[in-house]
């Protein structure tokens, strides 16, 4: 009885001396996230990796991974890093100060002969270990779809877009799922669940900028039950780029100095590219206001450019208009062939004086402050005219008065003589 109490205590001790000793040593695992079943299709670059970490002991950095193939035998068969020219290396990265290690093994154009069952392991130690798979599969082995050519258009126009399933594929590695209609990446318009018909067409009328756009035709479909794989065709719809005003070049807008002032340009199209430039009064310069690589900053924070969206209502703001500001100034649609001019659509702006409507008042006072001063200085002029007239009449009859004494007394003395 006693000797089995020993046996115990010994076996109790032996055991507790084992789980102390392996918990100094570390254990290392093959931890998440774990490598899962790779299908890869034909001159793919296929990655796999094993993440190698002992969360209990801080102490223990594991010292690499070893990547094996799975002959039809059962064998494990080590793979090699092939170096920079060959078709298979390896990546390594390290966390958590070096105990967490990432070992990845890179294929980097896959053949059939990839395919198979691999593992990777600890150092050393085959018996810590995680398995994966890697299946190939052959480009003439996929679904193919095509679809109508790229169309620009009128606005108001009605247009026709196409897509056809030209290529099932391997009925045993893929199965279809679902083919579809998706404008600009996001809004799903038609969709067919079985995908072994072809998508209806779309007829489409280009009533808004806004219906112009990326149309995918967007073929949905599985491959061995593991991978999803999308093939996707895409249908450039463009509205050609016009104006709908019908004069173009008598729009005149008056401003007095200071008021804002607004010009809104009518160029619609989808995709259109709106460049606003100016002719100074009196000047042959054009400038370009809305380019950075032509406008300089001044230019910038004077005009505020605005949209309602990307293909329409276009508007040039001058918030404080100033006399400078008079001249013309031009939305033009920029053209994408370098050697089509322009089209534009041009604006003439005037500026006015605050004061304008006192000028006449003004000038009316002026005249009637002339006239005044001109009648009263006529009248002084008259008044000092017939003084000097008068006296030069009281002048020229006191002398004859005594012309006529001086006769009459010599008269007198010629009959008294004897």
């Known amino acids: 009885m006693a000797s089995q109490r020993i046996l115990f205590k010994s076996c109790v001790f032996l055991t507790s001396l ?4 392996s918990r100094v040593k570390g254990v290392l695992k093959i931890v998440d996230p774990l490598p899962g079943h790779s299908v890869a299709i034909e001159d793919e ?67 059939p002969s990839d395919s198979g069952q691999y593992r990777c392991t600890l150092p050393n130690d085959t018996n810590t270990s995680y398995g994966f798979g890697i299946t190939y599969i052959a480009k003439s082995d996929l679904p193919e779809i095509e679809v109508s050519r790229n169309i620009t258009a009128e606005l108001g126009e009605s247009v026709r877009l196409a897509c056809n399933i030209t290529q099932k594929g391997n009925i045993f590695k893929v199965r279809l799922v679902i083919i579809a209609w998706v404008k600009d990446d996001h809004q799903r318009i038609a969709e067919v669940p079985s995908a072994e018909r072809n998508l209806k067409d779309i007829r489409l009328t280009l009533n808004k900028p806004q219906d112009g756009g990326h149309y995918e035709c967007k073929l949905t479909s599985m491959l061995h039950a593991q991978r999803t794989y999308n093939v996707t065709r895409i249908i450039s719809v463009q509205v050609r780029p016009k104006f709908g005003a019908v004069d173009l070049t008598h729009n005149e807008i008056v401003r007095i100095k200071g008021e804002a002032v607004q010009f809104q340009c009518d160029a619609t199209g989808n995709p259109i590219k709106i460049v606003w430039k100016r002719k100074p009064r009196h000047k042959n310069l054009l400038i370009t206001l809305n380019e950075t690589s032509y406008s300089n900053e001044s230019l910038q924070t004077r005009y505020k450019f605005t949209r309602k969206s990307n293909y329409e209502e276009f508007k040039l703001e001058i918030p404080k208009t100033d006399y400078e500001d008079r001249g013309d100034y031009y939305c033009c649609i920029r053209s994408s062939n370098t050697s089509v001019p322009d089209q534009c659509q041009r604006f003439t702006l005037r500026v006015k004086d605050p004061l304008r409507h006192l000028w006449p008042i003004l000038g009316i006072i002026v005249e009637a402050i002339f006239l005044y001063v001109i009648t009263t200085s006529s009248e002084k ?7 000097i007239s008068k006296s030069r009449d009281h002048t020229v009859e006191d002398r004859s008065t005594d012309v006529r004494k001086g006769e009459k007394a010599r008269l007198r003395k010629t009959t008294l003589d004897p």
Do not use: S, W
């Open 381 to 387: 002029t008259k008044k000092n005219d017939n003084k």
């Open 45 to 111: 670059t296929l990655r796999v990796t094993c993440v190698v970490f002992d969360a209990e002991d801080q102490h223990v950095k594991p010292t690499g991974v070893d990547f094996f193939r799975v002959d039809k035998y059962g064998d494990l068969i080590r793979i090699v890093d092939q170096g920079p020219a060959g078709n298979c290396v390896f990546e390594n990265k390290t966390e958590v100060d070096g105990r967490k290690l990432y070992v990845t093994m890179v294929i980097k154009r896959i053949k």
């Open 18 to 21: 084992l789980v102390v000793l």
